[in-house]
């Protein structure tokens, strides 16, 4: 299971940093993406951080300004936002992947999804 958590209202130039944590299997045996999902618009991947690497990718949407890393004691996958933006408004959501790929070239991902963090930019 997967539960993201860290999201919240914060002014525009804000950081806010979300948290993926674990249960019941060693998150970093897998590649973890996050996406988010804008009212009206179709869910987009963000980021992606390779098993057992620190290699990660990056939406250009969001390069340079997000960060994500691991925690493998706390079994747990972080997004460090910064410099944020009211177009990063949205629903956040992680989840495993069977390789970044999947998320870089917005391939079709099946199953269901958490309940996702809600992370609101705004002045």
């Known amino acids: 299971q997967l539960v993201e958590s860290g999201g919240g209202l914060v002014q525009p130039g804000g950081s806010l940093r979300l948290s993926c944590a674990a249960s019941?299997?060693?998150?970093?045996?897998?590649?973890v993406g996050w996406y988010r999902q804008a009212p009206g618009k179709a869910r987009e991947g963000v980021s992606c951080i390779f098993s057992g690497d620190s290699k990660s990718y990056y939406a250009d949407s969001v390069k340079g300004r997000f960060t994500i890393s691991r925690d493998i004691a706390k079994n747990t996958v972080y997004l460090q936002m910064n410099s944020l933006k009211p177009m990063d408004t949205a629903v956040y959501y992680c989840?495993?992947?069977?390789?970044?790929?999947?998320?870089?070239?917005?391939?079709?991902?099946?199953?269901?999804w958490g309940q996702g963090t809600q992370v609101t930019v705004s002045s």
């Open positions: 989840r495993t992947l069977t390789h970044c790929s999947v998320l870089a070239e917005g391939a079709p991902v099946f199953g269901s």
């Open positions: 019941g299997f060693t998150l970093d045996y897998y590649d």
